[in-house]
């Protein structure tokens, strides 16, 4: 059974920073694409970084980029989110998700499969 586990989330102050985590059962991460996506209140969910941990692709949206880091550690099969310099617009419930390597874009909610059950940041000003 295909698992996603998020969590490293929690209560920061701006310019501090989180790393989150996302646990995977089921399968091999490297034979996948990671996402995180974030939804704030009222907002659709939106994509935020993703990796191809086969080849180290890497992708961030530009309102991280320079701020946010994703990696992978494949004898762990699990994928953090590095977050640095939070602003308080980063208050989100962070999600990763699985898809296929070769299956849509990485920032297209739709590409993916599987979800975790998401992971709350709360970035104070």
């Known amino acids: 059974e295909v698992q996603l586990q998020a969590s490293g989330g929690g209560l920061v102050q701006a310019g501090g920073s989180l790393r989150l985590s996302c646990a995977a059962s089921g399968f091999t991460i490297a034979d996948y694409t990671i996402g995180w996506f974030r939804q704030a209140p009222g907002k659709e969910r939106e994509g935020v970084s993703c990796?191809?941990?086969?080849?180290?692709?890497?992708y961030y949206a530009d309102s991280v980029k320079g701020r946010f880091t994703i990696s992978s550690d494949n004898a762990k099969n699990t994928v953090y989110l590095q977050m640095n310099s939070l602003k308080p617009e980063d208050t989100a419930v962070y999600y990763c998700?699985?898809?296929?390597?070769?299956?849509?874009?990485?920032?297209?909610?739709?590409?993916?499969?599987?979800w975790g059950q998401g992971t709350l940041v709360t970035v104070s000003s």
């Open positions: 998700a699985q898809k296929s390597l070769y299956r849509g874009l990485c920032t297209v909610v739709d590409s993916y499969d599987y």
């Open positions: 990796i191809s941990s086969n080849d180290g692709r890497t």
